[in-house]
């Protein structure tokens, strides 16, 4: 084999370049979950054009021994299945890489590349020989490509044909021209090549009590558990599978079987304007509600959650975050949509946020976003993105406590109202600027008027100045007290290190990854990720301890360290931003370049 | 939504309904708007129709957007919850609110403004869903709370107080929901309470949208000599096509009729309708003839008005989602949560 | 908007239209839409028209929102400018362009979502001013882009691929337009060019606003058997109540017809629409008959197709607005700018 | 008289309280602008409700021979006509203030206090006994209150008499009866009470030069200068008389007298999604085109502004700014929405911002905003607020540059096309970051998509990161151009001064007025009002040259200050707020204390 070989057994990256449309993503997610069960901690990442059919799509699986659970920015493996990004699919992959292609056609002479093995396999005329029908062709194709990666690396036969039983366990008769087209393509390898290649892979035991799932689908879930019954949304890309899942498991576990009848309500609404304000009315009714969306959808709710801000609703938001500005690549992923979430709507508004890294936390703080939302009287947004969204991750395993209760908060029911003198809506009286709130129907004395025009602390309309102020400096006091519920940073600390860096979301690994690379080269670094906004305490107290901090986040205007700027009182020349925002995952290449930059110009300095 | 606390006294010997309530009871706060304001009226008539049908007032949500028309839910109905949305949006939260809580009665005031502009989608969509609620359009065809710009609803050729002449088409809500399908479509007039009251019972009671246009005459920007939408035109043009009169359950049909003259409609609760053809050409069960009806009169000039459409059995919301009969607010955590059991079981999936 | 260069290849002897150019000149870039997509052969049907009518390729501004359909404006006239807005609002843009340039011929491109969901607001609005453009709907009754969702316009009783049947009534643009007063509506189906193109031509050319809902079936999501918005039902219950030949300026009227049987419509740049009934009840003359045609077709599970209503006299926006003959934005600077002097005299009001 | 009796010739407050719907605010300007031609400075300011008829409304008027334009926060006189709140107007009166009420219905006993003079005039009786029709018996009330303030305030007759000659020129019948009106209420106050009090007028001549104008119809104008075409919108107090502004002036100078035709076109559009579409659409074509707004609208328009952004459209907006948040109060001040106009819309996005201190800046910054927005090719949102748009103020005379041309940035036209081998959208062929544009219909060599969506340098769709990267980080170039164009901030320096303000917009006279005072007092400020976002090497350059900032705004959350924060490198902990945001504008005295408290903690320290 020409270049320099790699041997590289359970560390290296399988990228799979297909079209859309042909089937593939569900035979690349098929080849993922085979390393998962093999033991083999993986990576998957699906880039997917925003278009139906027909256009580059590409998979992208990291088989990582060590739990590397982000992007290496290396191409060990290409199958490059696309004509059309043929020569591009070549110029990408790594020196010393495998690439496999279609040799049904002759690949043009001039598309080749000396330090990489070229793989040749006739896939479409193996299977075109095998199946008839024109469908059942191009879907098998997938499955052959899949043999030969199976020959080629050494994945565990009897995995991938339990895993194809399962999948197809109500289409029977496709287990059989699935696992017939696998080997097909496997064969073809070991009679052609030299199998298995020397980067390969070898079972481990390292993915016990993981799953792997997509944060969307986890977030939906954590909204069934939460005891949310109101779902209300518009189709967005990327948020539309976490409205999927929310569906789909309430059809399992709130269909009364007798009746049919349901247990939820999900409206699909006729835009987002609309989708916020059902979520407002339902909870105004004392039902958990939630919309999915995504930053157009944000943009166009701005004006009901400023609303919402300022007469105190519960409500739920999940922004699965896509690149922006605009319209911009709704197929791909950042985290631009930060200080917009934060500040949404005119007037002084401000909004809890909640950051998940991974879909264990869509699930957790799926529950805790409508505990928060109720206790606090006001939008939660979980600020998820395309990539923990849209892509399966290796995760832990959900964990459900028995003993959760929802927190609903400060709500006087028919009963209490009795006891209770009087009622007023936005009394301070508990000192914690949270007001206590009623349910309409439940008895004449909690009624008042919800609105989001200027409203005195009984809950009068007023347009008095000091009456108005009341307000709003109440509304100030009820943010602090968020500042104590929200959830905790997550804080690595390694002895003595001076630098620190802050990061958010679905960066995590690539941080966690640069770090351990980092601190091989002697460079130690402290690490702490925000779960939620506002920061709090032992966020100004990591930053407070460190002589420098890296902010590191997926968008272009650095908006988390945006936000610590004007939430903390960290010193701005003490920040330095890492910045990644084209769109595909951040990887950790990145962050340790701006680190080790850094670190040599303080040593020349 | 401005408004001052009204007095509230109680004579003795005030008439009381089934509930032993007074009509102080139905009342809110003191209106501020106009002095002769339609809408004032139109409050009245909404006082009088809940205290009539004897509908415990905390039952009701009232809700609305922004706008003169919008402020009046702050006067009636002090003991009900009141919801003023931001503008044009109030539909979305009446479907919030009826999702969470299918018990609750809904009725919602809107201004030609609030829903026939910014307002037109929701409003559309919710006819469509066939959201179970009374929905008012106080129309008076002008923006009134912002100071008398021409609303969509204007007529062509009508004139604004400073001169402007309207020269674009209205838009009607009563056409609207009749081509998308709305299953209670009426109008009436903020002067002939006669003719609004019982079209009000009915609209609380029908199940499904329930939309009523009245014209409702801003006094103080379009009630002026060259206005389509003044007292004296609409007084003048208004033009009855079906009258309805309500009869709650249980209660005896009173009037005698004609044979053949009177349709009784009976309502999901008991109650009945009892439609009466007006105008002999009207058909009521002809979507397209009543456009048709509406579109020729008002070429004339003329308002029809009275209950222009129903269907008492289309599916509303709920129906159409399978919806458990239990508000959803009021079902139980242990209804909802699946548990940490279902939690293991389910992730079998995804190992 | 996803879109890959196509060559442009001219034959000797191709045919060419008044202006030299041959169909090429009216092509776009190659389509990224699914095999199949009827969305493509309204494209075709497009290029075609302007072809036909040899109307100068960048004298027109093409529009659209967001979705398949929405793709599509990339795939025509590569020579001509091109919009693609926000979700939905599509409309707005082009009553700007409008505004500003009268002269522009405007095309606008959308969905059943984006006109009916998100859109329909500024949809209605744009009807309602009568804005001169033509607009087409593809309407195949689901969110392609967004992967097969229900759409407001589909029908009852309509399965999705994955087995949801859609309960709630769907929203007609069609009956929309003719209960907004609008002035040109039309309906049609992709598969049917012979149809389409005329349609397409005396849209172009009507002054106002020109409705054409195109059935496009989405073979990806909404092309199964149980999809009332699929090729073969579509085809199956196609129902043409209207048939509309386009005869440009000049050009004779060739084909013979029975005395009665053809209307002719003459359009503001002497271009006339032969019109024919089809089905012997239809009556052009009537927007309310026409929704019930319509709707009772419908009820039968037929679709009405063809050129519905048409009405050339009605102003359109600049009509209404008096606005001058030249487009905004080419008066100079001088005609719009008072000068010094005029600022000088007009403060001595705020002294 | 009791009370320590002031005597305040030219320097005084008062204050009329009425009810709104009964004329009184044509009255109350009338008195406003006698005193403005008598030569003496003067501010006034309309607290009115968001309501039509019958609510309390009040009129603020300051004599100000200094030429101090805010409000003192003092009463001097209060003219106490409304029974609904004569209490809280009496409770309001500064100690030695003269209250003038209607004395036709007797007062309440209770309701007085020992340090105030009580002047009681039966305008209702003389009124009534005077003239017989209802509505003209109210109006007419007004005019005699005005009458009494005239003899007692010793306001120049023939003045009033010229002002309501010309008010009424269009309907002569009523100039007789305005003027009888006034005459009965003077003539009562000479009868019965010493005129003129010792709180009094007397002519100067510091108005030469001067209008009195409301921001609102300045810039409106400032629109017709500019040449704008197309205004869209949708009503929303206060922004509501800009537009009318536009139209009376276009209608003035913008139609041809013979055929009746405009040369401009107002759309009332269906909602503030549409009115900025059509914007967009307009200025796609070349039109200048503007949508004057306010909060609620700026929230709406969120989506398309951050379209505008990505696909580089010109846009003016002017946001009127009021109470926030949500519906808030409408007819209420403040400058809420900063925040929010900077980076308005989810994904990276930022905007131009101008900001108007007085309306002579509003006719300038109006006609600047389309320059800048056509050069820059993006939105430009001129920030007034209610205070600034709907009050009349004391403005310099506007004037005009003869040579004035607008810059209508980088067009190329069909001439220019057709010299150019090919035309793309996006190069940065100057360095400057700013791409050229052509119109539809001029050639189709020009013909490219305006799109939201991902795209290249070309225009062409991309989802390609390094393509889509190239086009985000030129526009951050862009933005470093914009901060070379915008208007410099104005700058007030006192020789060696320490601590410095920075403010802005209606701020501005409140501000002027505290320093004069610290500085009477010892305490010397420098000043700086910015002018325009960003903020520029001038602003930084300002800020690093003092010890300490304090940062005067009208909202709750330092919004101003939060983007000096984010947007330069002074530090956090030098800068202080100073709020005000209870909705009436802002005085002095909150300035005058923060900064006395500051400097005195300095001391004990
Ligand atoms: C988003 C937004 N835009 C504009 C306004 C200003 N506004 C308040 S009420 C109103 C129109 C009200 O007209 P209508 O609904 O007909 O009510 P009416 O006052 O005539 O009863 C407008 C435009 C607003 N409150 N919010
Ligand atoms: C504000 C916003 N919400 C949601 C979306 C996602 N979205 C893109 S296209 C689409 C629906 C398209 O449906 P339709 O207009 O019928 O077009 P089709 O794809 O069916 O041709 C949706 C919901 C979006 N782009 N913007
Ligand atoms: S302005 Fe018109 S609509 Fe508003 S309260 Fe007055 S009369 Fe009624
Ligand atoms: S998904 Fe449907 S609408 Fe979209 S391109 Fe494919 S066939 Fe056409
Ligand atoms: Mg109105
Ligand atoms: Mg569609």
């Known amino acids: ?605 | 939504m401005t408004s001052i606390t009204k007095p509230q006294i109680i004579h003795e010997g005030m008439a009381r309904n089934a509930l032993g309530l007074t009509i102080r009871d139905y009342e809110g706060r003191m209106s501020t708007l106009c002095a002769g304001c339609g809408h004032d009226s139109v409050t009245s008539a909404i006082v009088q129709s809940f205290f009539e049908l004897s509908v415990p007032p905390h039952s009701v949500a009232k809700l609305s957007g922004i706008g003169c028309s919008s402020k009046t839910p702050a006067y009636f109905l002090s003991a009900a919850h009141g919801f003023n949305a931001v503008h044009g949006r109030m539909p979305s939260i009446a479907t919030g609110a009826n999702a969470a809580n299918r018990e609750l009665s809904l009725i919602g005031i809107s201004g030609d403004g609030d829903s026939l502009s910014i307002g037109l989608g929701q409003f559309a969509h919710a006819v469509r869903r066939n959201l179970n609620m009374l929905y008012i359009i106080e129309n008076n065809g002008v923006y009134g709370l912002t100071k008398g710009q021409f609303s969509a609803s204007a007529d062509v050729g009508t004139k604004a107080k400073k001169g402007e002449v309207n020269e674009q088409q209205p838009i009607d809500p009563v056409q609207m929901a009749m081509a998308l399908g709305g299953t209670f479509v009426a109008r009436s007039f903020s002067g002939d309470k006669e003719q609004l009251i019982p079209l009000i019972k009915a609209g609380i009671r029908h199940n499904g949208f329930a939309l009523i246009d009245v014209l409702s005459p801003c006094v103080t920007f379009n009630d002026h000599e060259d206005s389509t939408k003044s007292y004296a035109y609409t007084r003048q043009f208004f033009h009855p096509a079906m009258h309805a009169d309500f009869v709650p359950p249980a209660e005896e049909i009173k009037t005698a009729y004609d044979e053949g003259e009177v349709m009784t409609i009976e309502l999901h609760d008991g109650s009945r309708i009892l439609l009466r053809k007006i105008s002999k050409d009207y058909s009521l069960n002809n979507r397209g003839a009543a456009i048709d009806y509406i579109r020729s009169h008002h070429r004339k000039g003329e308002i029809v008005t009275g209950l222009l459409y129903i269907d008492e059995s289309e599916p509303d919301m709920h129906a159409i989602n399978q919806t458990t009969k239990t508000p959803l607010n009021d079902l139980p955590f242990d209804k909802l949560c699946p548990g940490g059991e279902a939690l293991e079981t389910l992730q079998q999936r995804f190992r």
Not at chain 1, 226 to 251: N, Q
Not at chain 1, 377 to 388: E, F, G, S, W
Not at chain 1, 411 to 440: M, N
């Open chain 1, 1 to 605: 084999m020409p270049g320099r070989a790699k041997s590289r057994v359970n560390d290296f990256v399988i990228r799979l370049a297909n079209v859309n449309g042909t089937g593939s993503a569900s035979a690349n997610g098929l080849l993922m979950k085979v390393i998962f069960r093999m033991g083999i901690p993986v990576m998957g990442k699906n880039f997917f054009p925003s278009n139906i059919q027909g256009l580059p799509t590409w998979y992208e699986i990291r088989v990582t021994k060590d739990s590397n659970l982000a992007r290496s920015g290396e191409i060990d493996i290409m199958v490059a299945m696309n004509a059309e990004t043929y020569q591009q699919d070549l110029k990408s992959l790594s020196p010393g890489g495998v690439l496999i292609y279609d040799s049904t056609w002759p690949r043009n002479s001039v598309l080749t590349r000396q330090d990489v093995t070229i793989l040749g396999v006739p896939l479409a005329k193996i299977c075109n020989e095998r199946f008839s029908d024109a469908r059942t062709r191009i879907l098998m194709k997938n499955m052959a490509y899949l043999g030969t990666l199976a020959a080629l690396l050494d994945l565990d036969r009897q995995v991938i044909k339990n895993l194809v039983e399962e999948t197809f366990s109500s289409k029977q008769a496709l287990i059989q021209a699935n696992i017939e087209a696998i080997d097909l393509g496997a064969s073809y390898a070991q009679e052609h090549f030299k199998c298995p290649l020397p980067t390969r892979v070898k079972s481990l035991d390292k993915t016990a009590g993981h799953i792997m799932i997509d944060g969307n689908t986890a977030a939906g879930l954590g909204c069934v558990y939460a005891g949310a019954t109101v779902g209300a949304w518009y189709p967005i890309t990327p948020s539309t599978s976490l409205m999927d899942s929310f569906k789909s498991f309430s059809e399992r576990f709130r269909v009364d079987p007798k009746t049919g009848e349901r247990n939820y309500c999900v409206v699909q609404a006729e835009d987002e304007l609309a989708a916020i304000g059902i979520v407002l009315g339902a909870s105004w009714n004392g039902a958990r509600a939630f919309t999915p969306t995504s930053g157009p959808g944000i943009s166009l709710m701005s004006e009901f959650i400023g609303f919402a801000y300022f007469a105190e609703l519960p409500a739920v938001l999940f922004d699965v975050q896509r690149v922006g500005p605009s319209t911009g690549m709704p197929t791909r992923t950042q985290q631009g949509d930060i200080l917009i979430a934060a500040y949404a709507s005119h007037g002084d508004t401000r909004h809890v946020l909640l950051f998940p890294a991974n879909p264990k936390e869509c699930f957790e703080l799926a529950v805790k976003a409508f505990d928060l939302a109720d206790r606090l009287q006001t939008p939660v947004i979980v600020m998820l993105d395309l990539d923990i969204g849209m892509n399966d991750w290796m995760s832990e395993a959900l964990e459900w406590n028995e003993d959760y209760r929802p927190d609903r908060g400060k709500v006087l029911g028919a009963k209490e109202l009795e006891e209770t003198e009087s009622f007023y809506r936005y009394l301070d009286l508990d000192g914690d600027g949270i007001p206590y709130r009623t349910y309409p129907g439940a008895s004449a004395k909690g009624a008042y008027f919800v609105r989001g025009s200027g409203h005195n602390k009984y809950g009068g309309y007023t347009e008095d100045e000091d009456e108005y102020q009341e307000v709003v400096d109440r509304l100030k006091r009820k943010w602090d007290t968020a500042v104590k519920l929200v959830p905790e940073p997550v804080i690595k600390m390694r002895k003595s290190a001076k630098l620190g860096i802050v990061s958010v979301g679905s960066c995590d690994y690539a941080v966690l990854e640069a770090m351990d690379r980092l601190a091989r080269k002697g460079i130690h670094l402290n690490y702490l990720r925000v779960k939620a906004f506002p920061f709090g305490d032992k966020v100004a107290k990591f930053l407070n301890q460190h002589e420098r901090i890296f902010v590191v986040e997926q968008n272009r205007d650095a908006q988390l360290k945006s936000l610590l700027l004007l939430e903390t009182d960290y010193s701005k020349a003490r920040m330095e931003s890492i910045l990644s925002y084209s769109g595909v995952p951040i990887d950790c290449r990145c962050i340790i370049e701006a680190i080790e930059g850094h670190v040599a110009k303080e040593v020349a300095a």
